[in-house]
């Protein structure tokens, strides 16, 4: 009698411990968001959702473009070139913060992105806020990279009431409290990294290493900074488009968006630390399609509870000021669940470093989301928003499983 093994479904422990630390700084910000909502309503939702946005520009090149290249090469990186491969990743974010934070800088001052004049006149915070996040961001990624998930854990659970006593402190003093509020919380959180997630030991650089290294982190970085600077990017371009059918209408997509992006990117982003270091380590370690399907599955979970309660929900975090937002909120999480569908297939991808085939498969889905963006919201509203994110997602899916296939690069081992 033929006998098959049991699917393997159990979420691994180290998951479940980065999504109760993540949750839990995520029900302290929303706490934020809500004191946002009551005290400086639509516009300051708004004001908020676009400094982070800057903040994820600035970041896009020295955080988000190497922490998945961090993860990779340290997943893939014997005892030996950890110390060597470490010390590089702090070098390479420092030095790309400085030069992000002062292009986003120039951005705001030239008047390419909106904000109120009392906001912008604190635009100097960007180059200090970037470069301690970015140093924030490396430490993390190294962290998982080496996967020292406990201590990674440990240090977003600590982070989340420091981080909303730190809001809370500058939120009471109108719009002008919301840049540093956003924007500097990395001089706090910098140290507390530092001392949590110490990289040690490192091994300091040497000139006949440059070239080397710079052949194993220029194509992460390059691949990593297209799809960085990707999202904070569209973002800024949607809420432009939206802010053309009025403030309400912006402010509207802005609750609902924050409010789903918020939650999945707490499960995709604790999934992905966990999955890509396996992904890039030796082929009996590497986990297998139905573990990568837990992905989905759980936005999908999600998803379902996020749209039965976005009312409740919506409510709760801005205390009724958005009656509008519920049906973006509720077309948000479809739009999410198909999105964390092509998930895993972009980290087999990045874990095989087909990085030119990701990269054109990254940039591609944005222009059709922005050209969708820009059809479909005057006709529909907020709504058209995560309508035309579905759309685009659904083509992504169909695309990026084809290359996987087509690469051979997908797994079978349970």
């Known amino acids: 009698m033929t006998t098959f093994p049991r699917p393997r479904f159990q979420l691994p422990w180290s998951v479940v411990g980065n999504l109760a630390a993540t949750s839990l700084r995520l029900g302290l910000l929303f706490l934020v968001g809500r004191e946002v909502a009551r005290h400086l309503g639509s516009e300051g939702i708004v004001v908020m959702g676009q400094l982070q946005n800057l903040m994820g520009l600035g970041l896009a090149l020295p ?88 201590k990674l854990n440990l240090f977003i659970a600590a982070s989340g009431p420091l981080q909303a006593l730190w ?49 194993l982190w220029a194509p992460l970085a390059a691949m990593g900074s297209v799809v960085a600077v990707l999202g904070p990017l569209k973002n800024i371009l949607f809420r432009e488009t939206l802010l053309a059918q ?10 609902a968006a924050r409010l789903a992006e918020l939650v999945f990117a707490t499960w995709t982003a604790a999934f992905s630390t966990w999955a890509l270091p396996r992904l890039s380590g030796p082929a009996e370690r590497r986990p297998g399609l139905q573990r990568l399907a837990l992905c989905p599955l759980g936005a999908l979970a999600i998803g379902i509870v996020l749209a039965g309660l976005g009312a409740w929900l919506l409510d709760l975090a801005y205390v009724g000021r958005f009656p509008g937002a519920l049906p973006v909120l509720r077309l948000q999480c479809l739009a999410e669940v198909v999105q964390a569908s092509t998930v895993p297939l972009g980290l087999i991808l990045i874990a095989r470093r087909s990085l030119k085939a990701y990269a054109g498969l990254e940039i591609s889905a944005a ?12 006709s529909f509203g907020p709504v058209g928003v995560p309508l035309s994110i579905a759309l685009e997602s659904s083509v992504y899916l169909a695309v990026a499983w084809w290359l996987v296939r087509r690469r051979e690069v997908v797994t079978l081992a349970p």
């Open 167 to 215: 809001l809370f402190a500058w939120i009471h003093l109108g719009l002008v409290g919301l840049a540093p509020g956003v924007v500097l919380f990395g001089l706090v959180a910098a140290p507390c990294a530092a001392f949590l997630l110490s990289p040690l030991p490192l091994s300091w650089p040497r000139r006949d290493q440059w070239r080397e290294q710079a052949k």
């Open 246 to 255: 009025g403030i309400d209408a912006a402010g509207d997509w802005q609750a």
């Open 367 to 378: 222009i059709l989301q922005l050209l969708l963006v820009r059809l479909l919201v005057p």
């Open 63 to 150: 955080s988000m473009a190497l922490n998945s290249g961090i993860q990779q090469a340290l997943g893939s990186a014997t005892d030996a070139q950890v110390p060597e491969r470490s010390s590089w990743a702090l070098l390479s974010g420092q030095a790309l913060a400085v030069l992000s934070a002062l292009v986003v800088t120039g951005l705001v001052l030239t008047g390419s992105v909106y904000l109120p004049e009392v906001v912008g006149r604190t635009v100097w915070m960007l180059v200090p806020g970037v470069c301690a996040m970015a140093l924030v961001g490396n430490l993390q990624a190294i962290s998982a990279g080496r996967r020292r998930m406990g």
